[in-house]
């Protein structure tokens, strides 16, 4: 079974550009989740999608980050414009029916 | 305050070492999971656990609700084991579609000598 992918695995941008990632999560999971984990610290939920319907984005910083899973099945997380302080890993995540979750490799993103 | 605190926050060990991380939580909860974090980001699902004990090669994760307490052991601590080790909880008073969010600990990160 093929995991959680995710691209690019690392990006380096200037502040104030924009840049998107992608996720494609396990077949058949309905729920998957964008995280973004900064340097030292546990993983933020940013938002979590069930099918291509919103669940709960109340931590995702809705002036410059925006999420969409159009299909259901695969998902984007962008942010325009880049801040310094967005620099960390993007973690993408998906689960089927329990509390499990599967995590993807993550992106790296550096923000200068 | 966060919900799940974990400690110690950093650890060194010689090969060889039995290795204890423990996580604490102050709410109630459906489950919990340890999860493993090498560089470079992915994380990897170690154990999940609702009450007692499991054993999985040379990892031991226990869980204590009424101290609402859980540890992950490591018995013969090898270099390949180094890693950031993160505890997460599934909380139990939730609405049905958010019950599976985890809420994290910031993590152990452990560093296994030669």
């Known amino acids: 079974e093929a995991g959680v992918a995710q691209s690019p695995r690392y990006k380096i941008i200037e502040k104030r550009q924009s840049v998107a990632f992608w996720c494609n999560p396990i077949?058949?999971?309905?729920?998957l989740y964008w995280y973004q984990q900064i340097l030292g610290q546990g993983p933020k939920l940013l938002i979590q999608?069930?099918?291509?319907?919103?669940?709960?984005d109340s931590q995702l910083p809705k002036d410059r980050f925006s999420a969409e899973r159009l299909k259901g099945v695969d998902s984007t997380l962008k942010i325009q414009p880049a801040k310094l302080e967005d620099s960390a890993v993007y973690l993408c995540a998906s689960s089927f029916q329990s509390y499990e979750q599967y995590f993807g490799p993550g992106t790296r993103l550096t923000v200068t | 305050k966060n919900e799940v605190e974990q400690s110690p926050q950093n650890l060194t060990a010689q090969e060889g070492e039995f290795i204890t991380i423990n996580c604490s939580y102050s709410v109630g909860i459906s489950a919990l999971h340890w999860l493993q974090q090498h560089p470079g980001g992915g994380i990897v699902s170690l154990f999940m656990?609702?009450?007692g004990k499991k054993k999985h090669g040379r990892l031991i994760a226990t869980i204590n609700i009424q101290e609402k307490h859980s540890s992950l052991h490591i018995t013969a601590s090898h270099p390949r084991d180094s890693a950031v080790y993160i505890c997460?909880?599934?909380?139990?008073?939730?609405?049905?579609?958010?019950?599976?969010?985890?809420?994290f600990g910031t993590g152990t990160s452990l560093t296994v000598i030669p």
């Open positions: 077949s058949g999971h309905a729920t």
């Open positions: 656990l609702s009450s």
């Open positions: 999608f069930q099918n291509n319907g919103v669940v709960d």
């Open positions: 997460a909880v599934n909380l139990s008073v939730e609405a049905p579609d958010t019950g599976n969010q985890f809420y």
